[in-house]
């Protein structure tokens, strides 16, 4: 019985070396695979991957209601605000509220056309390192890649972009009008939000947001990968 159990225990042991082995290969051999591939490729592919996000669907933001119409981003009112938006609505006063919504929407539109230039740079910047990593990486890695590189100098971009839209658009008359019948109203508390700042981050937000849309689409979707470059270099992430 003890030889038995002895011999048992060695095949178990020998088995779990088996697997250890086994995932060792794997992960060499994608290794190798991916160094076949050329580190210029797959850095050029993941570039092709973000630039295709940045020009089908971050450009879709810049057009009149990119936001506005597009549920997945619009700009709704900051918490601080929904009681405002509520109360406002209770004593007939919807039309406010919505133009409120909208030309919050119109800012971030007219601030998402100046990150093209400052998705660019980042792009360009991408090493082979960082390629493999995305390319290995999650659903959304080449969208986090992205803003880790450029949310602040997008900010600073966007901020005062939306701030002079406000102006232009109207939103500082219609947002001052708002506050104003709201902190007349008996018995509210008063507010009075940085609504340029939290424009600002939601117009952020929405890009990215978009951007991950169409990575998923190419990590995703074979259809997608539209070049030969893409197909090539996206084929190996499959294989991972």
Do not use: C, H
Not at 210 to 215: C, D
């Amino acid at each position: 019985m003890k030889k038995i159990l002895i011999l048992s225990l060695l095949l178990s042991l020998s088995s779990q070396a088996q697997v250890k082995e086994t995932l060792a290969q794997k992960l060499a051999k994608l290794s190798t695979q991916l160094s076949g591939v050329g580190g210029v490729d797959i850095a050029s592919g993941l570039k092709e991957a973000l630039n295709k996000g940045i020009t089908e669907q971050v450009s879709k933001l810049t057009a009149v209601d990119g936001f506005y119409k597009n549920e997945a981003v619009k700009i709704l009112m900051p918490e601080e605000l929904q009681k405002v938006d509520a109360t406002l609505r209770k004593i007939g006063l919807s039309s406010l509220a919505d133009e409120g919504i909208k030309v919050l929407n119109r800012a971030a539109e007219d601030a998402v056309k100046e990150a093209t230039p400052i998705f660019v740079t980042a792009v360009k910047n991408m090493s082979f390192t960082d390629a493999k990593n995305i390319l290995l990486g999650n659903e959304s890695a080449a969208t986090t890649y992205l803003q880790k590189g450029t949310n602040t100098a997008l900010y600073a971009k966007f901020n005062p972009v939306i701030k002079t839209s406000f102006e232009k658009v109207g939103a500082d008359v219609v947002w001052k009008n708002i506050i104003n019948k709201y902190n007349t109203i008996p018995l509210v508390r008063k507010v009075n939000p940085d609504l340029t700042d939290y424009t600002t981050n939601q117009a952020l937000a929405g890009v990215f947001k978009m951007i991950a849309v169409e990575e998923k689409d190419i990590r995703t979707n074979i259809n997608a990968r539209t070049t030969p470059l893409l197909q090539k270099v996206f084929a190996m992430q499959d294989k991972k």
